[in-house]
């Protein structure tokens, strides 16, 4: 029987996969707020934390990380929001998300902005946005994000409770 020629290393293994698709979330509970225009604090169902997002007043939440040393050079990372309307008022939610990435050691350079509109569609269910693409990321990179509700081109005349961000990601290898 002959055995076939196997590789030596799992990086070669690893390198040589298909990519894949990951996916962080980053929910409400988990973000601490700062600032000078913070969002308020709420809890629905009396468990489930969430931030309010005001229809008058511009509230922003700034999000930092080390993007993954598996992400694959040459793809976009990818967010989307998680969020629902605070009651069956109907009208449209505009989110701003600005991001910028720096070599770790470097200066972050000039943010790039993206904007999503959603409908509430007259009903409560949680919303997830289309997915914004961050682009300019590399392996290793550190990004810097704000989201705030753009009140500008909004028309939802309640608050927008935030319940998270999801942050997806192709990676072409195994690891961190």
Request: hydrophobic share 40%.
């Amino acid at each position: 029987m002959i055995s076939p020629t196997l590789p030596t290393t799992r990086d070669y293994v690893q390198n040589h996969l298909n990519p894949m698709t990951v996916t962080q979330r980053v929910t409400a509970a988990s973000i601490k707020l700062g600032g000078i225009k913070p969002p308020q604090e709420s809890v629905l169902n009396g468990y489930v934390s969430v931030l309010d997002f005001s229809s008058v007043t511009e509230n922003e939440i700034f999000l930092t990380g080390i993007v993954s040393e598996s992400f694959q050079s040459g793809s976009s990372l990818k967010v989307s929001i998680l969020w629902v309307p605070k009651d069956t008022l109907t009208g449209l939610v505009g989110w701003e998300i600005e991001s910028s990435f720096t070599p770790v050691g470097a200066s972050f350079g000039v943010s790039v902005s993206s904007t999503l509109h959603q409908d509430t569609l007259a009903n409560l269910t949680l919303h997830k946005t289309a997915k914004a693409f961050l682009v300019g990321g590399l392996a290793g990179d550190a990004i810097a994000v704000r989201l705030c509700r753009n009140i500008d081109i909004d028309t939802y005349p309640n608050d927008a409770r935030f319940f998270g961000v999801e942050f997806e990601m192709t990676v072409d290898r195994l690891g961190k």
